[in-house]
């Protein structure tokens, strides 16, 4: 059977495991840690969590998180996973944080689901909270019209890139080798020796090509020294 490669996970994650998924990865919520929770799952689903489902604590953590790792952000895979997206609102959000961090040419892409007319976080009462604390700063310009003082961003909220990558094996990687497919790949086979390459692949949602490099690079790594 020939190898088909996904993008997506196969079902959404509900609340709990959301939340478990959210603390694996470095966000300051009273509970349990999902082990390793795959990372672009868990912003993708966050940000279902905060736009269409009207979770300003959920975004708030997203925002700020998005601040302080994006740079090890899987971007191709993130802009894949927000391309699959029907939601406009979902769009402009990952539009505006692609936007906040313009020097990063690799979220390029995400700044492109910006939609024509700008969309308000809040479903009501924006005008009215514009007018009174004007709008929050790290949204200005974007597609999305924001009020100041409704989307906390507080530093202590999330781990910081060492404390994360010692909790997390992935994020770790890509500190180490950059963020890739490769670099998941490569905690995902440290952790596990017995995946296959396409179990590799689609543990990881990469290529089996790059499933296939990386366990034969590990095995190199691991042979004994000759003296």
Do not use: C
């Not at 539009?95 to 961090?101: F, H, K, M, R, V």
């Not at 604390?133 to 781990?159: Q, T, W, Y």
């Amino acid at each position: 059977m020939a190898f088909s490669r996904a993008v997506a996970p196969a079902t959404p994650v509900g609340p709990h495991a959301l939340t478990a998924a959210m603390v694996g990865i470095g966000m300051n919520f009273a509970a349990p840690a999902a082990e390793d929770a795959n990372i672009e799952n868990t912003l993708l689903f966050a940000s279902i969590e905060a736009m269409e489902h009207d979770d300003l604590r959920v975004l708030a953590l997203l925002v700020t998180w998005f601040g302080v790792h994006g740079a090890w952000v899987n971007a191709d895979r993130l802009t894949r996973l927000v391309a699959a997206q029907p939601s406009a609102r979902v769009g402009a959000i990952w539009a505006a944080l692609a936007g906040s961090q313009s020097s990063d040419r690799r979220l390029a892409r995400l700044a492109r689901f910006r939609t024509g007319s700008r969309i308000d976080l809040l479903r009501a009462g924006t005008d009215f909270h514009v007018k009174r604390h004007g709008e929050d700063a790290r949204f200005a310009g974007s597609g999305l019209r924001v009020p100041a003082n409704v989307v906390r961003d507080r530093p202590a909220d999330v781990l910081s890139p060492a404390e994360l990558a010692r909790r997390h094996r992935a994020y770790r990687y890509r500190v180490m080798i950059g963020p890739s497919y490769r670099a998941d790949m490569w905690a995902a086979f440290e952790h596990d020796r017995t995946l296959s390459a396409a179990a590799l692949a689609r543990k990881t949602y990469g290529s089996f090509a790059t499933a296939w490099h990386v366990r034969r690079d590990v095995a190199l790594v691991a042979s004994p020294r000759r003296r």
